[in-house]
């Protein structure tokens, strides 16, 4: 949920994960305004699509389609704008999740497991490293994400993590066959306590 601007705090509750349709998702970073826009665009892209042809894309038409708007902001991203955003789904024909990252030139690549971006991505990925599970329950893959976050909160400045003071909690979607679900706030947080008690010293 936060944003910078150089060294200093633009937000602290942006919002950084984005449902593009009924089954698919869009987790931004870079440039925060083009990749809202972006996120907005790819949905009304998909909307569009279904109304036409009559059907929705396929989740690979749908992570092409934002490969191309990535493509199309080159020249913003060369001035420093870069959007370089995650897209995940589940995808309906073969019954999976699926997850793509991008890099700023349009070029797509899809992950097997799992992947992060953004300034703490290093982290996130390390921590799921170890976590991963690949037939995670609902609980697992929620606690997983957490204590994600939180590793990288802990290592890199840029990463909001859980912000206690203020109540502000991460935003947590899952995708399935049943649709997208927005994790709510209590159950982030009870999450977010047992991945800090499980690495409590003892005594303290």
Same mark, same amino acid.
């Given at each position: 949920?936060?944003?910078?601007?150089?060294?200093?705090?633009?937000?602290?509750?942006?919002?950084?994960?984005? !449902?593009?349709?009924?089954?698919?998702?869009?987790? +931004?970073?870079?440039?925060?305004?083009?990749?809202? *826009?972006?996120?907005?665009?790819?949905?009304?892209?998909?909307?569009?699509?279904?109304?036409?042809?009559?059907?929705?894309?396929?989740?690979?038409?749908?992570?092409?389609?934002?490969?191309?708007?990535?493509?199309?902001?080159?020249?913003?991203?060369?001035?420093?704008?870069?959007?370089?955003?995650?897209?995940?789904?589940?995808?309906?024909?073969? &019954?999976?999740?699926?997850?793509?990252?991008? $890099?700023?030139?349009?070029?797509?690549?899809?992950?097997?497991?799992?992947?992060?971006?953004?300034?703490?991505?290093?982290?996130?990925? *390390?921590?799921?490293?170890?976590?991963?599970?690949?037939?995670?329950?609902? $609980?697992?893959? +929620?606690?997983?994400?957490?204590?994600?976050?939180?590793?990288?909160?802990?290592?890199?400045?840029?990463?909001?993590?859980?912000?206690? *003071?203020?109540?502000?909690?991460?935003?947590?979607?899952?995708?399935?066959?049943?649709? +997208? $679900?927005?994790?709510?706030? $209590?159950?982030?947080?009870?999450?977010?306590?047992?991945?800090?008690?499980?690495?409590? &010293?003892?005594? !303290?």
């Amino acid at each position: 949920r936060l944003a910078t601007m150089g060294y200093q705090v633009a937000s602290r509750d942006i919002e950084k994960v984005y !449902a593009t349709d009924q089954y698919s998702l869009m987790a +931004i970073a870079g440039a925060a305004g083009p990749a809202i *826009e972006m996120a907005r665009l790819l949905g009304i892209q998909f909307e569009h699509h279904e109304k036409i042809e009559g059907e929705p894309l396929e989740l690979e038409g749908k992570a092409n389609t934002l490969a191309s708007l990535i493509k199309q902001n080159l020249p913003a991203a060369m001035q420093g704008l870069a959007v370089v955003p995650l897209f995940a789904g589940y995808d309906r024909r073969r &019954r999976t999740g699926r997850v793509w990252k991008y $890099e700023i030139t349009g070029g797509r690549y899809e992950e097997l497991e799992f992947d992060s971006v953004g300034s703490g991505s290093i982290f996130a990925k *390390e921590s799921l490293k170890k976590s991963f599970q690949t037939a995670a329950g609902r $609980e697992d893959a +929620i606690r997983m994400a957490i204590q994600a976050l939180t590793d990288a909160a802990d290592e890199d400045r840029g990463t909001g993590g859980v912000d206690l *003071e203020r109540g502000i909690y991460p935003r947590v979607k899952l995708v399935s066959d049943g649709g +997208i $679900e927005d994790v709510g706030d $209590e159950e982030i947080a009870q999450v977010h306590q047992g991945v800090l008690a499980s690495r409590r &010293r003892p005594g !303290a």
